[in-house]
């Protein structure tokens, strides 16, 4: 798949001439990453990845998930896994998007295990798959909202924020109470966040919820009531 190489070497090249490193450490640090940054600030990798999407177009599904399987999986640089997201999203790929990419989405998900790479592909991509084709994906995110790798419980958590109106309460009501004891940071701020936003469309409905749940955690009821008139 020459294609696929071609466009991964391209994207390793512009990663490497847009990179900043003097700003590498502090990106590091920031989010507490094992793999280094070559410091290429959020905007100039937009750039970047316009040009390269536009100039290296794949042809076929297949030859879109080697591309974001390779770019993820061999990556020496957070950058390179931020691309095979971007790649994920783009406009051109749109009529694949489909129920068979959730097995490329939960291994971003399980091997990326941290906010930054999780939160984009739960909202942007699991959370459209779901409200796409709701009898795969719903059963789907019950099994992750019970699931021992709590990076699945936080997709399943905060999967739907976004959905407004399409909203399915009685998944999120399931996904926030299969962790309401959980003592994880990320599922507690997850479980708030989802109750906030879910408030900007019915904010009765997240007190009920709220009154109704007791264990749930000060930060969670914090976050989502942050928005709720008392």
């Known amino acids: ?12 090249t512009g990663l490497a001439s847009a990179a900043e490193p003097a700003k590498a450490p502090g990106m590091r640090r920031y989010m507490k990453s094992e793999m280094p940054f070559h410091g290429v600030p959020k905007p ?15 042809p076929d599904k297949e030859s879109f ?14 950058e390179e896994r931020y691309v095979a997201i971007d790649l994920t999203g783009h406009r051109l790929y749109r009529r694949w ?17 941290w906010w930054d790479y999780v939160d984009e592909v ?8 779901l409200r796409a084709e709701p009898e795969i994906l719903e059963p789907q995110m019950r099994r992750w909202a019970v699931d021992e790798d709590h990076w699945r419980r936080r997709t399943a958590i905060i999967c739907q924020i976004g959905a407004k109106d399409d909203i399915d309460p009685g998944l999120l009501t399931f996904a926030i ?16 966040w989802a109750l906030r936003q879910h408030a900007r469309s019915d904010p009765a409905w997240v007190r009920r919820f709220v009154d109704d749940h007791p264990g749930l955690s000060p930060m969670s009821v914090r976050e989502a009531l942050k928005h ?3």
């Open 122 to 129: 739960a909202i942007r991509r699991v959370g459209p798959l």
């Open 177 to 192: 109470e299969a962790s309401i004891g959980e003592q994880d940071f990320f599922l507690r701020k997850g479980i708030g």
């Open 65 to 78: 998930v080697a591309a974001a399987r390779k770019l993820w999986r061999e990556a020496g640089f957070r």
């Open 228 to 230: 709720v008139a008392r």
């Open 97 to 113: 998007q489909e129920s068979s990419l959730l097995s490329l989405y939960e291994e971003m998900i399980v091997t990326g295990a």
């Open 44 to 58: 100039a990798r937009e750039r970047l990845t316009r040009r390269l999407f536009a100039d290296f177009p794949l």
């Open 1 to 12: 798949m020459d294609n696929v190489d071609d466009f991964v070497r391209a994207v390793r």
